[in-house]
Nanobody, 113 residues
Framework: QVQVVESGGGLVQPGGSLRLSCAAS????????MGWYRQAPGKQRELVAS???????NYADSVKGRFTISRDNAKKTVSLQMNSLKPEDTAVYYC???????WGQGTQVTVSS
């Protein structure tokens, strides 16, 4: 049974930082692309960042230069370092294993003063 579990969300002031982590219990972790997505109230879920099995990264334009995705295949974890946070980054953040239906339950990130 595959499990994907996020952690690290919370409340932060504008300009602050948060680090999200995702742990996946899957034997295919090291060979699939991992992604972070987010969904704000009333909006569609969107891709924030992804990292391939070969460590090729991709970012949404809105987070380029502020967010950094990384992975540790030995620990089967993927992280999202978020700096210079803005109120518009407020959303539920989800981790996804590969391109299928394996999603985490989400973690809330709120950027507010």
């Amino acid at each position: 049974q595959v499990q994907v579990v996020e952690s690290g969300g919370g409340l932060v002031q504008p300009g602050g930082s948060l680090r999200l982590s995702c742990a996946a219990s899957s034997s295919i972790f090291s060979i699939v692309t991992m992604g972070w997505y987010r969904q704000a109230p009333g909006k569609q879920r969107e891709l924030v960042a992804s990292i391939s099995s070969g460590d090729i990264t991709n970012y949404a334009d809105s987070v380029k230069g502020r967010f950094t995705i990384s992975r540790d295949n030995a620990k089967k974890t993927v992280s999202l370092q978020m700096n210079s946070l803005k109120p518009e980054d407020t959303a539920v953040y989800y981790c996804r294993l590969g391109s299928g239906a394996y999603w985490g339950q989400g973690t809330q990130v709120t950027v507010s003063s």
